[in-house]
């Protein structure tokens, strides 16, 4: 049995629905993603399995028990938000103590508990400190160290990063990684950072207008979105709009708009005349001045329109004799100075048949 179950939960504001007969399954364990563009539901969403707002309709279960009309503070749930909300004129430890406190734990066990909790979040000989003679990374840790003091079954995290620098974003990243295969409890994680929720998650839940378009692993999020919404928002990603002309024994041949013909792979269900769009991520887009020809390639003329210096890569936007547009992606991974392709040079794009993933419209 899932550790939290949410049955077709619908809330309204007036005629608003911020969230729309969603259902998820989550395990014990798991570090689940709430992914969506401001405004989807995610963080409404998380508020009612807090407890801190209520559902017009449908269910939510924690390890087997209906959470209708219970507190959030009867639930064995802790939430850590984007502010941390620390109380300014406690220490760390006071700060992390306060739950203790509140449960009225004898004071040896606690003293015990709080030095676990901040060994656990590397924050040994912090205790005395206040939390603005804290960095922003160590704030965050002691509300992850809070939220966990009194060992709850389920941590939500409501945009614990998103007022970090990039940097340290990272960084605490892989600490929360660190702390959620260390101390095993299930996370509920609210980003609108796809980056973040890729590099975090068991898996994802995708989430627009209310409801969930996806939920899925990483990997077959980002390499087999089911929708066009999906894979726009889920990185970067070409789509192309077209039809399926003939259908085959493992490949299709598509007629994309503004491009003409082009090999695809056929995954069985779309029959000819079907309208839909290629999604196609540009790192699977090859680009050179001149490239090889290769049956199993889709190949294209044109000339770069722009580029993108980006650091680890370079991306490219090229306009084809068509007038379609493409973006292809090189690593800028040569030893020296990177060299780059320049606006209004001839070059030719091209991806394998596999490269790509049709979805109907």
Not at 127 to 134: D, K
Not at 253 to 276: F, S
Not at 316 to 321: G, K, P, R
Request: with cysteine.
């Amino acid at each position: 049995m899932a550790l939290l179950e949410i049955h077709h939960v619908t809330r309204r504001f007036g005629d608003f629905a911020a969230v729309d007969g969603v259902s998820l399954s989550i395990a014990a364990g798991e570090f689940f993603t709430l992914l969506g563009p401001s405004g989807c539901g995610k963080t409404t969403l998380l508020r009612m399995v807090a407890g801190f707002d209520a559902p017009d309709d449908g269910r939510i279960v924690l390890d087997g028990k209906d959470m209708t009309g219970i507190a959030p503070e009867a639930r064995n749930v802790h939430t850590v938000f984007q502010s941390y909300a620390l109380f300014p004129h406690m220490t760390v430890e006071q700060n992390i103590a306060f739950p203790l406190r509140m449960a009225r734990v004898d004071s040896m066990q606690l003293r015990a508990r709080v030095a676990q909790a901040l060994e656990q979040v590397q924050l040994g000989g912090f205790g005395r400190r206040y939390p603005n003679e804290l960095s922003g990374g160590q704030r965050q840790r002691v509300a992850v160290a809070r939220a966990l003091i009194n060992r709850p079954k389920l941590l939500l995290l409501d945009e614990p990063l998103a007022a970090l620098d990039a940097k340290l974003r990272e960084s605490m990243q892989l600490e929360l990684i660190r702390l959620q295969r260390e101390i095993g409890i299930a996370f509920v994680y609210v980003t609108h950072d796809q980056g973040e929720a890729l590099a975090l998650s068991h898996r994802i839940a995708v989430m627009n207008h209310g409801r969930v378009e996806q939920v899925d692993e990483p990997s077959k999020i980002y390499g087999f979105p089911k929708n066009r919404f999906v894979a726009d928002f889920i990185g970067q990603c070409n789509l192309l709009g077209g039809e399926v002309r003939t259908a085959g024994d493992g490949r299709m041949t598509l007629a994309l708009d503004g491009l003409g013909e082009v090999r695809a792979v056929n995954a069985g269900k779309d029959a000819p005349g079907t309208r839909g769009v290629l999604a196609l991520r540009p790192e699977k887009v090859a680009i050179g001045g001149e490239l090889g020809d290769d049956p199993a390639w889709n190949r294209f003329s044109g000339k770069v329109h722009d580029f993108l210096y980006l650091g680890d890569v370079t991306l490219y936007i090229v306009e084809l004799q068509s007038g379609t547009r493409i973006e292809a992606m090189l690593p800028n991974s040569a030893a020296g100075r990177a060299t780059f392709f320049e606006p209004g040079d001839r070059v030719q794009v091209a991806w394998r048949f596999d490269a790509g993933h049709f979805l109907v419209d």
